[in-house]
């Protein structure tokens, strides 16, 4: 009889491993895929080239598990680029976000003085908002029905923090969450490129666009990671993969063991409790306590048996919204792309941060509108990296590495398309975007690694294609994620917990679900 087994060896599941093996348990993680690390993973895509296959910038990591995990100490380096996000301009200009507020107000004053002296303004109060909001990712979300003396306590405590921001930020906190992110950044800014760059947090990863209501909401939750404006840019030499390879280290030093190549196909239920997991080979092993970081479409759905859930909890998992809108990209490359508006800079080390392609808010929506329709955008937004910059050893000597997040791509094409028919559309239509801002990229392209979104689903078991395993909307988060009642990484099964990002807060790359997890999964026995 195993202990508790974890199915999926993504970077949620890996947290939570260790947490258990250090208070003594003795956790299986079981991962389908030949490598632990879920979306966060580095692979070979071309003879001599290594890119971040998904995701390229981390959430960041909460700090307390990087301390915990001893993260650094097993090779990780962490990179804050400095600029942060060049945001390229349809004129040839270009805006650089740097950390340090003052020199970014520098670089905005040449759009709009006015939004220069506003800047500062907007930081702190982020900086203020988001602070009070990682209080709440770091909790469990409290019980609806029936809440504990603890949980009470929790919430007088968020309570007083909630008052020591003072009036004018808890109104703003109030009031931003509901907003279309357009509005939001409408009312400090008046430079679109600017407006764009500060919103795109809030629609990165949803099937929302900049005027969708709740955007609000997605921002201040990337806020509570990183409140910088325009969202974080940390990464680590050798991309997500490399920490997600330490974290594995380090839950194995604790205690658990990692199997990779194992598909879970089943978890066994016996009189409303669980009892173990059936594997793809025949396999059953017993187990007191199963945990999934998969999310919860795919564990409710996919692998309990539907007689064990009582049909209102079904209902309301099979409304949960998981439309995926993102696709990946990774591009070997001659040499670095030649941006305009860097010219006469050092591009290498101006281009270690993001890229942000979406230069105005209508740009954003429109490429959104097209996706609702099951359409393309011939415009999409994208998010670029340049790994090699941060770690050459990901590329041949002078070659380089562009990865390239691109939304919105519908996960249903219009009029039952097929993706692997438009798989060189996607190509095409991301190149001939970076063509406006940096002519020439497409000759330096070496190969190409496409990754459209039901490959997410197929090859990552990300339902929908979601890349948050389930959309960050106001009525799927806290205590409602991933349904209202079941906030707090237990289910109707007893014994059977959530530890992935389908669970709170779930928004990237923190390890934020699976820290909270553990500590739920500790105290229930
Ligand atoms: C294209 C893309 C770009 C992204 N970019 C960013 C970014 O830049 N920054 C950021 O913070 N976040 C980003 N994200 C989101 C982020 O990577 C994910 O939200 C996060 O990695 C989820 O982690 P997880 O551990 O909860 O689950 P996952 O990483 O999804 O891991 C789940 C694991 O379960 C395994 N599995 C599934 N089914 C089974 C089964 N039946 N048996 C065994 N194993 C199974 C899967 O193979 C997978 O390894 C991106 C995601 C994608 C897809």
């Not at 349809?90 to 340090?100: I, P, Q």
């Not at 409303?272 to 059936?278: K, M, R």
């Not at 990300?462 to 909307?473: D, I, K, P, S």
């Not at 209202?484 to 014994?495: A, C, D, K, M, V």
Request: aromatic share 8%.
């Amino acid at each position: 009889m195993t202990d508790t087994v974890i199915i999926g060896g993504g970077h949620n599941a890996l947290v939570t491993a260790f947490y258990l093996a250090k208070a003594g348990r003795t956790p299986l993680v079981l991962e389908r895929r030949p490598i632990v690390g879920g979306c966060a993973i580095s692979e070979d895509f071309a003879p001599g080239f290594r890119a971040p296959t998904l995701a390229h910038t981390l959430g960041p990591i909460r700090p307390s598990i990087v301390r915990d995990m001893q993260l650094e100490r097993r090779g990780v380096a962490f990179a804050r680029p400095d600029p942060r996000i060049l945001a390229p301009a349809d004129d040839g200009r270009v805006l650089a976000f740097t950390n340090d507020p003052r020199t970014s107000a520098e670089a905005i004053a040449k759009f709009s003085a006015k939004d220069a002296a506003r800047y500062p303004e907007f930081c702190d109060a982020l900086g203020k908002v988001g602070g009070f909001l990682q209080s709440l990712v770091e909790m469990t979300p409290p019980s609806i029905d029936a809440p504990s003396k603890a949980e009470m306590w929790e919430l007088l405590k968020t309570g007083r923090k909630f008052r020591s921001l003072g009036r004018r930020h808890s109104f703003a906190l109030l009031r931003w969450g509901p907003m279309a992110v357009a509005d939001l950044v409408a009312e400090w800014f008046e430079t679109d490129l600017l407006r764009a760059a500060i919103a795109a947090p809030g629609i990165f990863g949803t099937f929302m666009g900049p005027w969708s209501a709740g955007t609000g909401a997605v921002l201040l939750l990337a806020a509570a990671n990183d409140p910088q404006p325009g969202g974080t840019s940390v990464t680590a030499a050798g991309g997500p993969g490399h920490v997600t390879h330490a974290m594995a280290e380090a839950a194995r030093e604790a205690g658990a063991e990692i199997r990779t190549g194992v598909d879970v196909v089943r978890i066994l239920v016996r009189d409303g409790a669980v009892s173990g997991v059936a594997l793809a080979d025949g396999t059953e092993l017993a187990a007191n306590v199963v945990i999934s970081g998969v999310d919860p479409k795919r564990t409710f759905l996919g692998l309990v048996d539907p007689v064990e859930l009582e049909p209102g909890f079904l209902t309301r998992i099979r409304n949960y919204r998981v439309p995926g809108t993102a696709a990946k990209l990774n591009f070997a490359l001659s040499s670095l792309p030649a941006f305009t508006g860097l010219d006469g800079t050092d591009a290498a080390s101006a281009l270690r941060g993001r890229v942000h392609i979406g230069p105005g808010i209508d740009y954003l929506e429109r490429a959104f509108d097209a996706s609702k329709y099951g359409e393309i955008p011939e415009q999409p937004y994208l998010d670029v990296r340049f790994p090699t910059l941060t770690d050459p050893s990901m590329a041949p000597a002078g070659r380089q590495v562009m990865s390239v997040y691109m939304q919105y791509a519908p996960f249903t094409l219009r009029g039952g398309a097929t993706w692997d028919s438009r798989r060189s559309t996607l190509a095409s239509t991301v190149l001939r975007t970076l063509e406006r801002y940096a002519p020439g990229v497409t000759r330096l392209v070496e190969h190409e690694q496409v990754i459209t979104p039901p490959d997410l689903e197929r090859v990552f078991g990300l339902t929908g294609g979601h890349v948050f395993h389930g959309e960050l909307a106001l009525d799927q988060l806290f205590t409602m994620r991933p349904t209202l009642g079941w906030g707090q990484y237990r289910t109707p099964i007893r014994n059977l917990f959530l530890c992935g990002s389908g669970t709170h807060p779930g928004n990237g790359l923190t390890g934020g679900s699976g820290r909270n997890a553990a500590r739920e999964i500790l105290k229930s026995r």
